[in-house]
């Protein structure tokens, strides 16, 4: 079983729709949560951190964390085409080992 | 500020010759990590560095590959001999301990 699962996509939304991206991982112990965008091309950048349950939210960005049900999720709201990526979820264990889901596609229709 | 410097960027090989990326991290960070990009297999951690000592290197492939980091600014990535399925985005990675990681632009590997 892989350490964190991401639907691949892909996924596409009308430009100013929300976009919502799921992620689940397999390891308790994991501590801190992470979702990176990656350009094509591009190496990965980190868009928001989170460390506790709840909600989290920069800009027009909103992450979720759930550690009973072990979920993460990001949100966009107000979609732009530049929006368009891969994004990818990331979670931390306390050994520092950093674990990447294999991302979802999102293309933001003008 | 300088960020994690890698190279080559770009690197076009024939089968069977040795391979060696490098990367520098960003200076004070004390975790370095290398991970393999492919549209089959996604972003795979290979192995990573704690203060210059490798702490967990399940993920490198075979024995083909080996990664060493002699002091805190400098780490390599050997690959030898170089197959065709070696062809993949290697990037290297640093944090502070248990921080965000922050990704080098990465080494694009073509071997034929």
């Known amino acids: 079983q892989k350490e964190v699962e991401q639907n691949s996509g892909p996924l596409s939304v009308p430009e100013g729709a929300i976009a919502s991206l799921n992620c689940t991982y397999s390891d308790r112990v994991s501590q801190s949560f992470f979702w990176y965008r990656q350009y094509s091309g591009k190496s990965p950048e980190l868009i928001m951190s989170i460390y506790s349950n709840g909600d989290k939210e920069d800009g027009r960005f909103t992450a979720q964390l759930n550690k009973a049900s072990q979920y993460v999720s990001l949100l966009i709201r107000d979609s732009q085409p530049s929006d368009s990526a891969t994004y990818l979820c990331a979670v931390s264990l306390t050994s520092n080992q950093f674990y990447f889901g294999t991302g979802t596609s999102l293309t933001v229709i003008p | 500020d300088a960020g994690v410097i890698q190279s080559p960027r770009h690197e076009v090989t024939e089968m069977g010759q040795e391979v060696t990326l490098r990367c520098k991290p960003i200076s004070g960070h004390n975790s370095l990590f290398w991970y393999r990009q492919t549209m089959m297999r996604g972003l795979e951690l290979l192995i990573y560095f704690n203060n210059n000592v490798p702490i967990d290197d399940s993920g490198m492939p075979e024995d083909r590959f080996s990664a060493k980091m002699p002091n805190a600014s400098f780490s390599t990535l050997k690959i030898q001999p170089s197959e065709p399925r070696d062809s993949a985005v290697y990037f290297c990675?640093?944090?502070?301990?248990?921080?965000?990681?922050?990704f080098g632009e990465g080494s694009w590997l073509t071997v034929v």
């Open positions: 990675a640093s944090s502070l301990i248990r921080n965000t990681i922050y």
